[in-house]
């Protein structure tokens, strides 16, 4: 069974951020690069993907139990189309044997149509799935800062204003889910799916960073469908914003690892560097011993922590050779 064009779309994203310099954007690129050779956005992904992976992946999708509960929810708006389907068909066959009966079961075909569709309408279905994500040696990276980069990660994803909240090692996260449907006067109108919460709980185990994770929203029942796809999204750009921002906190705490080490060494020989100087102006710039960015007061320059531990390596390299 092959891959919906969503599913391949958002592996390939979740590659690119973790392979590729640009990520995104270096997606996006190549993406374009196919389709000036005539292919249209569809087969452009289709033919990356395949290039990426392998044809063997793309004819087999892996197994995911969040595909299983989507389709769940899905099915508990499908009523609504059968008991619709029912009843043209017992429409079609009063008109066939009585043309005059039949045009009173047209009339009741309309009526029990608008009147399903608003039942539908008012009647939400509580949806839930949980998971469990490992991220493997992990378990030393700061919990706080590890949520607040998550967050700052989903918004991008989703650009949507999310209200979240951290107590103890648990986030939460919520939003007004929403989609948009063909309207009656056949333009995109955007429908609310009611309000979606995120709980994420961060535990240890071992040297693994462990965080199990609540989704929950009740959307209508008559958009169950749409519901379904807006939800697959919000789930994997979650999976993927948490991952992006373990792999952040970690290399940041990493550098200042390493800049903390490049300052010892350089001590050692007797040398203590409390300031190094700007790339773009020369100025004496503060090593920072908090945050992963500061600026130079002369001229504005934003100089990161990954920068300062360049400088200090190159130090470091000129008092061996000295």
């Known amino acids: 069974m092959p891959k919906t064009l969503e599913d391949m779309y958002w592996e390939l994203y979740e590659w690119y951020q973790l392979n590729v310099i640009g990520g995104a954007k270096a997606l996006e690129k190549d993406l374009k690069g196919l389709e000036s050779k005539g292919l ?15 044809r063997e992946r793309f004819e087999v999708p892996r197994e995911d139990p969040l595909e ?5 929810l899905r099915r508990s708006g499908a009523w609504g189309l059968l008991l619709t389907a029912l009843l043209t068909i017992l429409t079609l066959i009063a008109f066939l044997a009585s043309p005059s009966l039949g045009v009173l079961f047209i009339i009741f075909l309309a009526l029990s149509i608008g009147g399903i569709a608003g039942v539908q309408r008012r009647r939400t279905v509580p949806w839930s799935f949980s998971e469990t994500l490992k991220f493997d040696g992990m378990g030393w990276v700061e919990v706080s800062k590890v949520a607040e980069e998550t967050v700052k990660q989903y918004s991008e994803f989703l650009v949507e204003d999310l209200k979240h909240s951290l107590e103890g090692s648990t986030l939460t996260v919520e939003f007004p889910a929403s989609t948009k449907v063909l309207g009656d006067e056949k333009q995109l109108v955007t429908v609310d799916l009611g309000l979606f919460r995120i709980k994420a709980t961060f535990s240890r185990s071992s040297d693994d960073l462990v965080v199990n994770v609540a989704y929950s929203c009740a959307p209508p029942e008559y958009y169950a469908e749409q519901a379904a796809e807006a939800f697959r999204k919000y789930v994997k750009a979650f ?3 948490l ?12 550098v200042y ?10 001590e050692s020989k007797g040398i203590i560097i409390r300031e190094v100087k700007c790339p773009r102006c020369g100025a004496p710039v503060e090593i920072p ?3 992963h960015v500061t600026r130079c007061r002369y001229c504005g320059a934003t100089i990161t922590i990954s920068d300062i531990r360049d400088i200090l390596r190159s130090a470091l390299d000129s008092f061996r050779s000295s």
């Open 68 to 72: 299983a509960s989507l389709q769940h």
């Open 289 to 291: 011993r908090k945050g």
């Open 40 to 54: 249209t956005r569809e087969e452009a992904i289709k033919s990356l993907y395949v290039s990426v992976f392998g």
């Open 243 to 254: 991952k992006r921002a373990v792999d952040e906190v970690a290399e940041k705490a990493e």
């Open 239 to 241: 999976r993927l914003s």
């Open 257 to 266: 690892r390493e800049v903390a080490s490049l300052l010892k060494a350089i």
